[in-house]
Nanobody
Framework: QVQLVESGGESVQAGGSLRLSCEASGVTYSHYCMAWFRQVPGKEREGVAALWISGGFTYYADSVKGRFTISQDNAAKKTLYLQMNSLKPEDTGMYYC?????????????????????????WGQGTQVTVSQ
């Protein structure tokens, strides 16, 4: 069974940086999609960034392009990162790591204009990011 554990969330001031980590275990696939979503109370989960593992394609929401970077360390460790720079108060939220063995979830990494949908079967517990002015 796939398990995802996020870490790295904390409170920072606007303009600061954070790096979120997601450790994945139980993954047996060679090709899969991993992504970060965020959510604030009362709003739907927003797809922030995605990475097609082994394909190398990435997706970023318009709101984070140029500021956030999604990456993975070597495949053996299966740790996903989200480097967040120039943080803004609107980046505040609970950040979730997700995984889908079906590459269709990573379609936005290959098709401009598509939005990342929260149709992933595996989710972590989330890590809170709070950005203050």
């Amino acid at each position: 069974q796939v398990q995802l554990v996020e870490s790295g969330g904390e409170s920072v001031q606007a303009g600061g940086s954070l790096r979120l980590s997601c450790e994945a275990s139980g993954v047996t696939y060679s090709h899969y999609c991993m992504a970060w979503f965020r959510q604030v109370p009362g709003k739907e989960r927003e797809g922030v960034a995605a990475l097609w593992i082994s394909g190398g394609f990435t997706y970023y929401a318009d709101s984070v392009k140029g500021r956030f970077t999604i990456s993975q360390d070597n495949a053996a460790k299966k740790t996903l990162y989200l480097q967040m720079n120039s943080l803004k108060p609107e980046d505040t939220g609970m950040y979730y790591c997700t995984l889908d063995e079906n590459i269709r979830s990573c379609a936005p990494t290959m098709h401009a204009g598509m939005l990342l949908k929260p149709d992933f079967p595996f989710w972590g517990q989330g890590t809170q990011v709070t950005v203050s002015q």
